[in-house]
């Protein structure tokens, strides 16, 4: 009785199998045929594919993750027709199973009337480089970003930064500071 272990898949991909299976039994229901082919599309359908692939990311990552940091926000999301932007090095650190680096991207929009801009916001960046897998096998190091304010990180790969996230965000600081402005403590 040496039966094999099932395979351990996320909550994502049972969720999505499930999908497919119904799918595929209510098209066999309906006495429609599917081929092999449609059978394979039908699940490519329904996952999560990756928007931007971190495959330029290469040591030294400190380096590279800037490179690849600047060029996303300005070729692949388009920020800089709508904002200016400084991106900044933190650091890194690392525990028993990573090493981390930290990046800054400060984002602005100058106008005629405020050259200086009176709110700016910012969006943190962090590169995870694991050690626990060999380096022969070890995947891509992983990139997640965080707009301030906010607690949840967003995969690169997957989620996009837009202009309306940040436009939402210089809103919210310009009302306080109008409101602190309507206070006269200053």
Sequence with gaps: MNSPLPEIKSYEERAIDIVVNVINRAKEELRVRLTLKELADSRNALTIKTKIALTSLHEPLAISSERFIARTIEKEWKLTETFAYVLRYLGGSQDECSQYYYFEAVFSQPTVSYPIPQATVSVFFRVEDKHIEPPETRGLPMMFFRIEGQHRDHDVRFIRLTEDW???????????????????LF
């Design 166 to 184: 940040i436009l939402a965000m210089l809103k919210m600081k310009t009302k306080f500071f109008k409101r602190i402005e309507g206070i006269r």
